[in-house]
């Protein structure tokens, strides 16, 4: 009889490989992406809302109230790699049952304030760090649940963004006007924490790997493999990576640009003479028609007939020059249409925007891909609206508020243009495995690594839309 060949230490010390099931438990974790979405950027997007009643009650500019949704979207984003290293050591569900705790506290906090600041460190920092905690996680876990479904299983997630967006604003303005502004918020607060029930109910497919373990070795080694857990851990050889650079860098732009809208429409609306439920309409229109640009960019992205990274250019281009048009619509059925435009295109690029991540850096390096990449666009949501809260101030109108937004996102669509790989039809060649120090107890994967490992995958697990960029051309 043949001897069986011996397993390295390499293959004893790595996780065990999960297949993705693409449904089952995973359309659970999907309707967790659903609600958490939902009361994540859907109350994000309607806060325009309680803008109007923040600078008429603080006597404050419109860009120092603009801060407030600003800080708790830089927030969201710049925390990611935590919420990401977070769930690597503890599973995703604890982290996002956190966050939903965080996100509720924030509102009710801010419910008491009686100054912008006060707003800032609530609704901006405490609801911004719980809604770092809750978005990446359930993001990765769908990811997890799903290879050849993936696009789809996105968007269906993400229509609850759209969906929210429709009930929320016209929601807020009842609640504003019945409860006033403190009373509204409080009830944001209880809404919120129904995402605690979001992360209850995700079921990672296997044990997350603990970075720190023991090991007998001298101090100084621990010290070195410490860092080295750390640099692998936040997956800081992406930043020495071209083409996730390149896309870190327009994915920036367009965050720069996509959520000014959702500060400074209903404001708009406003100032060309509509009135306050005309003008929370204008939302609810957008909200609508993002939930079918969702699930027709999910639907037509996993039919494999075009490339993600093309249908993702169409999209922002469109999405930039809908901005645009926005102060060309000075009638109401002129603004509904040129709304409608928008929100299309928005739900259709926002599922792309995240499942393009795996053909850039591969399926491996994807829950550390998507911290980092959220940090770095965090300057975008941070500097995009007061930017023009500030052109507004200057301008008495908000026409180069909205020209500036849609420049921005035909500048992130440029970007993206410049990928490796972008002008070619087929996908780029699949890259050498990321080298992986096994010896000193680096950790060897993430949340996802046990979905798919880069030496040996079945063929269900890695469709074409997945075959990662290498590092070099």
Partial sequence: ?????????????????????????GWVVVGSLFFSSALVFGLIRSLGVFFVEFVQYFGESAQAVSWITSIGLA???????????????FGTRPVVMLGGFLSGLGFILASQATSLLHLYLTMGLISGIGWALIFTPTVASVMQYFAVRRSLAMGLGFTGIGLSSFAFSPLFQYLVEAYAWRGALLVLGGLSFNMIACGAVIRP???????????????????SSLLSRIYEGFELSLLSHRGFLTYSIALTFFNAGYFIPYVHLVAHSHHIGFTEYQ????????????ILGRVASGWFSDLGKMRMPHMLVVWTGL????????????????LIVVSLMYGFCAGAMTPLAFAVVPEIVGMER?????????LIESVG??????????????????????????????????????????????????PSPPKRKSQDGSIE?????????????????????DIPYSDKE
């Fill in 1 to 25: 009889m043949m001897e069986k060949p011996k397993k390295t230490q390499e293959e004893e010390q790595s996780p065990p490989q999960i297949a993705a099931p693409d449904g089952g438990w």
């Fill in 75 to 89: 927030m969201q984003q710049l925390l990611s790699p935590i919420a990401a290293a977070a769930s690597n050591v």
């Fill in 205 to 223: 497919l296997g044990k997350p790997n603990v970075v720190l373990k023991t090991e007998n070795s001298s101090k100084l080694n621990k010290c």
């Fill in 279 to 290: 003008a929370a309409a204008v939302i609810s229109v957008t909200g609508v028609v993002d």
């Fill in 319 to 334: 999405l930039g020059l809908s901005l645009m048009l926005i102060p060309a619509a000075v009638v109401y059925s002129g």
């Fill in 366 to 374: 994807m829950l550390g891909a998507l911290g980092l990449l959220q």
């Fill in 381 to 430: 949501g941070l500097l995009g609206a007061p930017l023009s809260g500030w052109l507004k101030d200057h301008t008495g109108t908000y026409t180069v508020s909205f020209i500036a937004a849609g420049s921005f996102l035909v500048l992130g669509t440029l970007v993206t243009m410049t990928l490796p790989y972008f002008w070619s039809c087929m996908g780029p060649p699949p």
């Fill in 445 to 465: 994967g993430g949340l996802l690594t046990q979905t798919l490992s880069s030496n040996s995958a079945p063929d269900t697990l890695c469709p074409l839309n």
